[in-house]
């Protein structure tokens, strides 16, 4: 889908993919098994899966936001943006 989603980029629209990916915080108590538990199924992923497909092989990604809520659920936001001649 981000592949066929690149193209739009050439005229000037920017592709956004948004969410978090841990929900269940409470169910979360270490790394072990039980880690499955916050990230369940791969829509937590798929915005992330898009939005790579629709940057440009050789465009990097840039850190816009880095932050935590919570004292540990990490923010941060990533942006494929660059300009193209």
């Not at 592949?3 to 929900?23: C, K, M, Q």
């Not at 497909?53 to 935590?68: H, L, R």
């Amino acid at each position: 889908m981000g592949r066929a989603l690149r193209p739009l980029r050439d005229d000037g629209i920017l592709v956004v993919g948004s969410g978090g990916i841990v929900h269940s915080l409470r169910r979360v108590r270490s790394l072990g098994s039980h880690a499955r538990l916050s990230v369940p199924t791969t829509e937590h992923f798929d915005p992330l899966f898009i939005v790579l497909g629709a940057a440009f092989p050789d465009e990097p990604a840039e850190t816009i936001f880095e932050g935590f809520h919570y004292g540990n659920v990490s923010m941060r936001s990533f942006c494929f943006a660059s300009a193209r001649s």
